[in-house]
Structure formats: C-alpha cells, structure tokens
C-alpha cells in the first residue's frame, strides 16, 4: 500500500525559507516520478513542481527561480526547498505520485509578518 507522508511547513516571514520533505513507502521509489502541488483557500489545487526518475525537474512559472524540488532515492523522499516566500505562497501543500495517483495528508504553510 502506497504512503505519503509530508512534514515542514509552518509559519515563516514574506522573503524566509522552509523546505518540506514527503516521505514515500511502499513503491520502488526510484522508478516513480514525484509531484508536489499546492492549494490555497477558495483556490484550485494547482501543480508547483515534478521531478522525473532522471532528476529532471519542472516548475510552475509562480516558482520558478525560488522553489526547489529533488529527491532522495535511498531515503524514499521527495523535497521542496521554497525560498524566498511570499504572502501569495501560503497554501496546503501535498505530495503527488503520479504514477498511482496518490496523495499525501498535506502540510500547511502560512507566510505572513
């Protein structure tokens, strides 16, 4: 049975840092691509970043230059390093694997002063 567990969100000031981890079980980690989309209140949930088995990385324009997502194939974990945040970035973040359309509980990050 595929799990998806996020953690590291929180409450952090426009322009500060958080990186979220989502820890996979199982699945053969490596042979998946991993998504990490976003939803903010009243909002779709809208697509932030998917990285390919290849290491290959994609970003919604919204976060481009800022979010950073990677991956740790022998820890089963996925990771979204978010710089630079701003007030508009607040949202419940998930964890998405594509290839089972699986979701993870979500984690909340609130950017505000």
């Given at each position: 049975?595929?799990?998806?567990?996020?953690?590291?969100?929180?409450?952090?000031?426009?322009?500060?840092?958080?990186r979220l981890s989502?820890?996979?079980s199982g699945i053969s980690f490596n042979m998946y691509a991993m998504s990490w989309y976003r939803q903010a209140p009243g909002k779709q949930r809208e697509l932030v970043a998917t990285i390919t088995t290849m290491n290959?990385?994609?970003?919604?324009?919204?976060?481009?230059?800022?979010?950073?997502?990677s991956r740790d194939n022998?820890?089963?974990t996925v990771y979204l390093q978010m710089n630079s945040l701003k007030?508009?970035?607040t949202a419940v973040y998930y964890c998405f694997l594509p290839g089972r359309s699986s979701w993870g509980q979500g984690t909340q990050v609130t950017v505000s002063s």
């Open positions: 049975q595929v799990q998806l567990v996020e953690s590291g969100g929180g409450l952090v000031q426009p322009g500060g840092s958080l989502c820890a996979a290959i990385a994609i970003y919604a324009n919204s976060v481009k230059g800022r979010f950073t997502i022998p820890k089963n007030p508009e970035d």
